[in-house]
């Protein structure tokens, strides 16, 4: 087997399952899981309508590239969205079965691993990111956020000779878990980085439809980069899903879009890795991306859900609102393995704890004594989630 298998962290999963192996939660209470990142909202039914209507091409092998049309659509929304004005369908977007396997394979197919390579990352991070560095033949670098930086990596703080060994960095925006939005100048920022050292940025940006005030959508790679006519996006790819903002993670829709250069020998890596997307979910796909008004009533209800989860928490549990996407990053009153083992011993709740998405580094875990909080079940269970929560402090 693969040596670098080895070198793979325990999901997050599994290490809640172990902590909570020896409890037995109340068997009156029935169960939330304010845990795992999977949205609960209802799934467009025009989505799921169209899949049916497409249920002919069951019959069809996809192309790894997509149907053209999906990838206008995709086109279209990007230009929308992030104010680009230069964007080619044909070499600069290419369609992924959801964000997660294209992170990973991405990784695969760009990492020169006869080079010594570092993968940046922030820390906590999204999984993925770690793993992905290790089966590339990479070595990651973790970059602390914290409450003292805001959770926004200090990229300035970055050694010159780690800069010169990195071949790969990982920016979430908004965050997983802690929901910062990196602003626009510390991208501008790694823009000169990347042009000084030569290193990818590698974009997750896969909450920026879910955030609070319509006027203030969160900034993207891309639309910096446009905004510094850097319409060749040279180094820079982002990665963007239908799970979170169309509530369709059973679809495994995604893109990622930017640098022709690196798209063209990603495709022949896809190619042969044989990730390509069902017609029937691309047509399904192409509806999601051209219409808003399910992002915006989705948007609606995870405010209605922060504010309830929040007023009802406050005075026992203070909690500070995420610029975006759907996670509390809060600080827990003791121990955060002690805390979820608690709440899901007590009062049958489910919260994932924050070391579990960190590395301990210099013997400091970014993640410890925080849990993750996913308000993504209905607001009758977030709210009853937070009552529990309130009366068991």
Same mark, same amino acid.
């Given at each position: 087997?693969?040596?670098?298998?080895?070198?793979?962290?325990?999901?997050?999963?599994?290490?809640?399952?172990?902590?909570?192996?020896?409890?037995?939660?109340?068997?009156?209470?029935?169960?939330?899981?304010?845990?795992?990142?999977?949205?609960?909202?209802?799934?467009?039914?025009?989505?799921?309508?169209?899949?049916?209507?497409?249920?002919?091409?069951?019959?069809?092998?996809?192309?790894?590239?997509?149907?053209?049309?999906?990838?206008?659509?995709?086109?279209?929304?990007?230009?929308?969205?992030?104010?680009?004005?230069?964007?080619?369908?044909?070499?600069?977007?290419?369609?992924?079965?959801?964000?997660?396997?294209?992170? $990973?394979?991405?990784?695969?197919?760009?990492?020169?691993?006869?080079?010594?390579?570092?993968?940046?990352?922030?820390?906590?991070?999204?999984?993925?990111?770690?793993?992905?560095?290790?089966?590339?033949?990479?070595?990651?670098?973790?970059?602390?956020?914290?409450?003292?930086?805001?959770?926004?990596?200090?990229?300035?703080?970055?050694?010159?000779?780690?800069?010169?060994?990195?071949?790969?960095?990982?920016?979430?925006?908004?965050?997983?878990?802690?929901?910062?939005?990196?602003?626009?100048?510390?991208?501008?920022?790694?823009?000169?980085?990347?042009?000084?050292?030569?290193?990818?940025?590698?974009?997750?940006?896969?909450?920026?439809?879910?955030? $609070?005030?319509?006027?203030?959508?969160?900034?993207?790679?891309?639309?910096?980069?446009?905004?510094?006519?850097?319409?060749?996006?040279?180094?820079?790819?982002? $990665?963007?899903?239908?799970?979170?903002?169309?509530?369709?993670?059973?679809?495994?829709?995604?893109?990622?879009?930017?640098?022709?250069?690196?798209?063209?020998?990603?495709?022949?890596?896809?190619?042969?890795?044989?990730?390509?997307?069902?017609?029937?979910?691309?047509?399904?796909?192409?509806?999601?991306?051209?219409?808003?008004?399910?992002?915006?009533?989705?948007?609606?209800?995870?405010?209605?859900? $922060?504010?309830?989860?929040?007023?009802?928490?406050?005075?026992?549990?203070?909690?500070?609102?995420?610029?975006?996407?759907?996670?509390?990053?809060?600080?827990?009153?003791?121990?955060?393995?002690?805390?979820?083992?608690?709440?899901?011993?007590?009062?049958?709740?489910?919260?994932?704890?924050?070391?579990?998405?960190?590395?301990?580094?210099?013997?400091?875990?970014?993640?410890?004594?925080?849990?993750?909080?996913?308000?993504?079940?209905?607001?009758?269970?977030?709210?009853?989630?937070?009552?529990?929560?309130?009366?068991?402090?």
């Amino acid at each position: 087997m693969n040596p670098d298998l080895s070198q793979l962290h325990p999901y997050p999963f599994e290490k809640l399952a172990r902590l909570f192996s020896d409890l037995t939660p109340p068997a009156d209470l029935k169960p939330i899981a304010l845990s795992i990142g999977e949205p609960k909202h209802p799934s467009p039914e025009f989505v799921m309508r169209t899949i049916n209507q497409q249920a002919r091409h069951l019959a069809t092998y996809p192309s790894t590239k997509g149907i053209p049309e999906l990838r206008q659509a995709i086109a279209a929304w990007l230009q929308r969205r992030f104010r680009l004005t230069e964007l080619d369908a044909e070499t600069q977007i290419l369609p992924v079965n959801g964000t997660r396997e294209a992170l $990973f394979s991405f990784t695969q197919a760009v990492i020169n691993r006869n080079a010594r390579p570092l993968v940046v990352m922030p820390n906590p991070f999204y999984q993925i990111y770690e793993g992905a560095a290790f089966l590339a033949g990479a070595e990651p670098w973790y970059l602390p956020c914290t409450a003292d930086n805001r959770f926004i990596p200090d990229f300035d703080a970055v050694p010159a000779d780690i800069w010169e060994q990195t071949q790969l960095l990982f920016i979430c925006s908004p965050g997983n878990p802690t929901g910062a939005v990196i602003p626009r100048e510390t991208l501008v920022r790694l823009l000169e980085l990347s042009d000084q050292y030569g290193f990818v940025i590698a974009s997750d940006e896969c909450y920026s439809e879910i955030y $609070f005030d319509e006027t203030q959508p969160p900034v993207g790679l891309l639309q910096v980069c446009a905004e510094q006519g850097r319409h060749d996006y040279r180094n820079c790819v982002v $990665f963007h899903s239908l799970s979170k903002r169309s509530n369709v993670p059973g679809l495994r829709s995604g893109f990622i879009a930017g640098d022709a250069s690196l798209l063209k020998p990603y495709l022949l890596y896809r190619t042969y890795h044989g990730s390509a997307m069902p017609v029937q979910h691309q047509w399904a796909s192409i509806m999601a991306w051209l219409d808003e008004g399910h992002v915006i009533q989705n948007r609606s209800l995870y405010r209605q859900k $922060f504010k309830a989860f929040r007023d009802i928490l406050d005075p026992v549990l203070p909690l500070q609102m995420p610029d975006a996407g759907f996670y509390f990053w809060a600080e827990t009153p003791t121990d955060d393995e002690a805390f979820a083992r608690l709440l899901y011993g007590q009062a049958h709740v489910t919260v994932l704890p924050g070391r579990y998405l960190g590395r301990t580094i210099d013997g400091f875990n970014p993640g410890e004594n925080r849990v993750r909080m996913a308000l993504v079940a209905s607001q009758t269970d977030c709210i009853a989630a937070a009552e529990r929560i309130k009366a068991l402090l």
